[in-house]
């Protein structure tokens, strides 16, 4: 289960480091930071996303990021998932899905991690007509921008603690 | 059907969504709670609409971005502009680039620093201090992220402390959230 730190753990922040002060300052966001995590991971109401699809998604982002611990944290995650085994070939994010609904969904992930600047309306079409709804497009296109998010509040955390 | 925009512009822009937006008098409980902590005047943008598809996250997300632009300690409000800015760019999402270009003018009551992002993108020669916050907010907005120690430094030499760096960080970062959602489920078109 992710606990109120786990931007602190993903960092890799000493225990003593002083960037922990620092991110007590800043409790408020780290603490909605949690619940968007819960929002777009493992939400009350997944739609069309299942936690386990949402697990995936993470761990290929991770993958493409080159963040390992990022990578083995979300890969936990999936591992624990229902379903999880019938995907797992997918946590590679070179591999695509032979499901036509599902190679969709993991090929737009891919563009809004890699190179959201290219995405055009052909890329809502195409979700589309591989019959993902309008509500899981703004699932999907809300947890890949969490994922990012995260990515960067990391990585950004690394390079001040590498400093100190 | 009016044109998008596809130049950076400082003009007030509308936006048109690519997936049909939530009309407010079917929303569920969940997505009224969800639209009614973004501030809103008169009505509810298509933009907030479309992202109350998702209430849970929308819930969560307004706040969090404007704790993350409105701190009241800290970096200052220009430079958390600036870093919007910088990840806007990045990400080529026009409408983020006209609101944060127009709120950094408006807070600093300039104009040429906008206008050489505009016309030189991430090469933009800037002020020393503008310099290292935009180059920061623009490699960590890289695939993957690109920014370094040297960047970090570069920052404690124009006077940022380390809590004005996270600050610089939550705010370069949560536009990489932004961006994501503004430039891929619609596109701007000229307001009116």
Redesign the interface.
């Known amino acids: 289960m992710l606990m109120p730190d786990s931007i602190a753990s993903l960092a890799g922040l000493a225990a003593d480091s002083?960037?922990r002060a620092?991110?007590a300052?800043?409790a408020?966001?780290l603490e909605?930071?949690e619940?968007?995590r819960?929002?777009?991971l493992s939400?009350?109401?997944a739609?069309g996303l299942s936690p386990t699809v949402r697990a995936l998604i993470a761990v290929r982002a991770a993958a493409?990021?080159?963040?390992f611990v990022l990578k083995d944290h979300y890969f936990d995650l999936f591992s624990h998932a229902d379903g999880a085994y019938d995907l797992a070939e997918l946590a590679d994010p070179d591999k695509r899905a032979d499901d036509p609904w599902l190679a969709a969904v993991l090929d737009h992930a891919d563009r809004?991690?890699?190179?959201?600047?290219t995405?055009t309306?052909a890329?809502?079409a195409t979700l589309k007509r591989a019959v993902v709804s309008?509500?899981d497009?703004?699932?999907l296109?809300?947890l890949?921008?969490?994922l990012?998010?995260?990515?960067?509040?990391v990585?950004?955390?690394r390079?001040?603690e590498?400093?100190r | 059907m009016k044109p998008a925009v596809h130049h950076y512009t400082t003009d007030v822009l509308d936006w048109r969504p690519?997936?049909?937006p939530v009309k407010l008098d079917e929303a569920s409980p969940?997505q009224r709670e969800a639209l009614k902590i973004t501030p809103s005047n008169k009505k509810v943008s298509d933009y907030v609409l479309?992202?109350a598809?998702?209430p849970?996250?929308l819930?969560?997300?307004s706040?969090?971005f404007n704790?993350?632009m409105f701190?009241t300690?800290?970096l200052d409000r220009a430079s958390r502009e600036l870093g919007a800015i910088g990840s806007s760019i990045?990400?080529?999402?026009i409408y983020c680039v006209a609101a944060h270009a127009r709120q950094y003018n408006q807070l600093t009551k300039t104009t040429a620093l906008v206008d050489t992002i505009f016309a030189d993108e991430t090469r933009a020669r800037l002020p020393p201090r503008e310099q290292a916050v935009f180059d920061f907010a623009v490699k960590?907005?890289a695939?993957?992220?690109a920014?370094?120690?040297d960047?970090?430094?570069r920052l404690s030499k124009a006077g940022l402390d380390?809590?004005d760096?996270?600050?610089l960080?939550?705010s370069?970062?949560?536009f990489?959230?932004?961006?994501?959602?503004m430039?891929?489920?619609g596109?701007p078109v000229r307001a009116g």
Not at chain 2, 176 to 181: E, H, S
């Open positions: 002083p960037l620092l991110l300052r800043r408020d966001i909605l930071t619940r968007s819960q929002a777009v939400p009350r109401d739609g493409r990021l080159g963040d809004l991690t890699r190179e959201p600047r995405a309306p890329d809502i309008d509500a497009i703004v699932r296109a809300e890949a921008a969490f990012a998010y995260e990515a960067r509040v990585a950004g955390l390079l001040i590498a400093r | 690519f997936v049909t969940e479309v992202l598809h998702d849970e996250t819930l969560h997300r706040p969090l704790k993350i701190g300690d800290g990045v990400n080529r999402c960590l907005s695939f993957p992220p920014a370094t120690g960047d970090i430094a380390p809590l760096i996270f600050d960080i939550l370069a970062a949560i990489g959230w932004a961006n994501r959602l430039h891929t489920l596109e």
